[in-house]
């Protein structure tokens, strides 16, 4: 029915196109009833049209290719909220194109990230973009047992030895970034101040010394520049001739000529003496025993910034924002630094970090309001996969999403769900904490233990074999961050302002501008 409702409309749609050519001259005119026909067919098409019931309901859209993609670029949250009100917990929409099936709540979640490697794949959903950034042959563009290898190198590096060496160089970036702040008092745009100083904190650890002194001598201009490629229109549309494609092509040659650089002088000098992932990287071998390439190790280089850079930066502007609107959680947290470390001059280490559970639960209350990544795509690649729970067909080629971001400000799993209330997490006393969730059978995906559910209602980290990897590294930087930021300051909002709404526009969510934080040095 469906073929022959699309062959007949065609048929009309073409029959009063060359009447109006015979009873129209004026070739503009023809054009605007042709858009119309085009419009009226394609609505006609979505009212009358029976969709396949196996599967799940379609949001309607007015507008045909763009479909839902205005609504849901400016409010994500609030477009899937409203639809799962209208829908149920499964539904599909139109995006620029594309087919989106959300897949809500925590069978939802552990759907999309438990679904199998041969029935839906996040290269495909990925790659496109990826690859221009992070280069050829590693992560997405690998093949997925190898991105699984290359996967098991990175989370090596992050040992606990090298958390240890971590932390006090996290604290000194974090001092001396703020030492240029020469008022005692005054105005801090929080991301854009925390984007520069993770930079440094996550260069320093994870990129090497070198990288790190060479930042404003041009890296951080080729950060900008593959940044630039990274944006929510590269998704859409990976590869258009425009001058910042380009640049991001040139950026990513540069920076994997910069490792090659440091790769071989660290090889020639035998300087095996850096704490750092690249040198992690530089000593692993492939199972078969070939050395990584360094074109491999320079790839999974911009990968590890690209996943930790933004994601961390975006969360300690967040956390800024919300301890800046509630003076006396900072109250409490320097509280707890005195009672756990003695005081608040005693030397942040990785230990002591681990004592301070009200700083880690803000953190984590931030990653539940504000998480970076709030959805997370795949695409099926099987003739169909079925969601067992709801029966639901979905077809190739349509994206599975994931939306953590919905199921965490959801009241059946969190009570007063807009709340910030870090504490929810050390009374345990919301429903979330009451669910039996279970651990996710085969939880070795290649690189470790995934000692987590995919039905849990919270995972601002994902779940699965795309599981975060940098999870522990993340929450161990933006602790010292925060823990140091709030000896050197006191932090309020400006005068009648509250927290800001969150920005859908980039990859990741960030606060909307301006996100002022008025900061006074309590010195
Ligand atoms: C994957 C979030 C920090 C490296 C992910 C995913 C999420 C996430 C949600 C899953 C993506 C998906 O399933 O499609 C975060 C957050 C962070 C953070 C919220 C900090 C607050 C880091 C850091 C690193 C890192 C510091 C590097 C050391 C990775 C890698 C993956 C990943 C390699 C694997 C991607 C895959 O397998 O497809 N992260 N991340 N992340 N993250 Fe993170």
């Given at each position: 029915s469906v073929f022959l409702y699309g062959t007949l409309s065609l048929v009309v749609v073409f029959s009063i196109h060359i009447l109006s050519q015979l009873v129209c001259p004026f070739f503009f005119l023809q054009v605007y009833k042709v858009k119309i026909l085009i419009f009226i067919s394609y609505i006609s098409t979505l009212k009358?049209?029976?969709?396949?019931?196996?599967q799940p309901k379609l949001v309607f859209s007015w507008v045909p290719f763009l479909g839902n993609g205005v609504e849901f670029g400016m409010n994500p949250i609030g477009f899937i909220q409203k639809c799962q009100k209208l829908y149920g917990d499964v539904f599909t929409f139109k995006l620029v194109g594309k087919s989106v099936t959300v897949c809500l709540g925590a069978d939802g979640n552990q759907f999309v990230f438990n679904n199998k490697q041969n029935l839906s794949s996040a290269a495909e959903a990925y790659n496109d973009m990826t690859k221009h950034v992070f280069g050829f042959d590693v992560v997405y563009d690998a093949p997925h047992s190898v991105f699984m290898e290359q996967k098991r190198f990175i989370k090596a590096g992050l040992t606990l030895e090298s958390f240890r060496a971590h932390v006090p160089l996290i604290v000194k970036e974090t001092t001396e970034f703020f030492k240029d702040f020469k008022k005692p008092t005054g105005y801090m745009d929080a991301y854009s101040t925390f984007s520069k100083l993770i930079i440094c904190t996550a260069s320093r650890c994870l990129m090497g010394k070198e990288i790190r002194s060479a930042l404003h001598e041009g890296v951080a201009d080729l950060y900008y520049d593959l940044d630039q490629g990274f944006q929510p229109i590269n998704f859409m549309f990976p590869n258009l001739p425009l001058p910042s494609y380009r640049r991001r092509d040139v950026a990513r040659e540069k920076m994997a000529e910069l490792y090659s650089k440091i790769i071989r002088r660290r090889k020639e000098e035998n300087d095996t003496s850096n704490n750092d992932l690249l040198q992690a990287l530089i000593e692993s071998t492939y199972k078969d025993g070939t050395p990584i390439p360094d074109h491999h190790i320079a790839g999974m280089m911009i990968a590890v910034l690209f996943g930790g850079q933004h994601t961390s930066a975006t969360t300690s502007a967040w956390t800024t924002l919300e301890l800046a609107n509630r003076p006396d959680l900072v109250q409490a947290l320097r509280e707890e630094q005195i009672a756990k470390l003695g005081s608040l001059k005693a030397d942040l280490t990785f230990e002591n970090l681990k004592e301070l559970t009200l700083m880690e639960a803000c953190i984590k209350e931030t990653l539940r309001l504000h998480p970076p990544i709030f959805q997370m795509m795949r695409k099926v690649i099987a003739d169909k996969v079925v969601?067992?729970?709801?029966?639901h067909e979905i077809p190739k080629n349509d994206f599975l999403c994931a939306v953590p971001g919905a199921t965490q400000v959801d009241e059946q799993y969190f009570n007063e769900p807009l709340t910030y209330n870090p504490y929810r997490w050390i009374e345990k006393s919301d429903p979330v904490h009451q669910m039996e969730v279970g651990e996710d059978a085969?939880?070795?995906?290649?690189?470790?233990?995934?000692?987590?559910?995919?039905?849990?209602?919270?995972?601002p980290f994902g779940a699965g074999r795309h599981r975060c990897i940098g999870e522990q590294f993340g929450y161990l930087q933006l602790k010292a961050v925060m823990a140091t930021v709030i000896r050197l300051y006191d932090l309020s909002l400006e005068e009648g302002k509250g927290v800001p709404e969150s920005d859908y526009t980039s990859m990741v969510v960030v606060p909307k501008h301006p996100a002022n934080v008025v900061y006074t040095c309590r010195e």
């Open positions: 009358v049209v029976p969709r396949d019931p196996n969601f067992e729970k709801t029966g085969n939880a070795d995906y290649g690189f470790g233990i995934v000692g987590i559910s995919s039905r849990s209602p919270f995972l």
